[in-house]
């Protein structure tokens, strides 16, 4: 597998993760997300979900199995999330290392192919579930509104390599008109 290969996610979101849809899922037959936390889920210092990702959460999970998947280390602030999420997680997963990918996966009893790895970033998240044959989504990170200055410098130097190797990290698929509308707050 190239190199282009390996980093081009499968879907470029263009947006954060409470945009993934259900019907984006089910057009693309997947039946188990495994979810990066930091900066997919919550801003990267966030100790607990918001109301937002609770709700999306709870709509998704209707749909499809999910489990979080974070290279964090927190027992206590990746665990509390997952607590709040009422989800199943793993911690330090080392991603792009394939092993708690493929752990969750056994755990969820699917098949790679119908499981998306959903992340913000290309050289773990997307790395990671390309390396295991998943369906990668990339997603926009989650800010912190208060946090006005953010910068992403590491986040910025992979889509500029990527870009470098030739991976689009466009917004090529146009999913469904209510993955363009902002979520509903139930």
């Known amino acids: ?11 470029v979101l263009g947006k954060p993760v409470v945009y993934l849809s259900a019907e984006i899922l089910q057009q693309h037959h997947l ?5 990066d936390v930091d900066e997919t889920l919550v801003p990267l210092k966030s100790r607990q979900a918001s109301e937002e990702l609770i709700n999306w959460i709870e709509e998704i ?9 974070s290279n964090n280390l927190s027992e206590s602030r990746i665990g509390g999330i997952a607590e709040s999420l009422n989800l199943p ?3 330090g997963a080392r991603k792009p290392s394939r092993k708690s990918l493929r752990q969750a996966a056994t755990e969820m009893q699917l098949p790679v192919e119908e499981i998306a790895m959903v992340g913000d970033r290309v050289f773990t998240d997307v790395l990671a579930g390309n390396r295991l044959q998943m369906f990668t989504i ?13 910068s992403y410098p590491i986040r910025r130097l992979e889509v500029q390599i990527s870009r470098w190797l030739g991976v689009s990290l466009k917004n090529k698929h146009q999913a469904s008109a209510k993955a363009a509308n902002p979520p509903c707050n139930h």
């Open 31 to 35: 039946r188990g997300l495994i979810l």
């Open 89 to 91: 997680y793993i911690l």
């Open 61 to 69: 999970h209707k749909v499809t199995k999910i489990w979080l998947v």
């Open 1 to 11: 597998m190239y190199w282009t290969q390996l980093l081009q996610p499968n879907l």
């Open 138 to 150: 990339l997603v926009e990170p989650m800010v912190d509104p208060a946090v006005v200055e953010r």
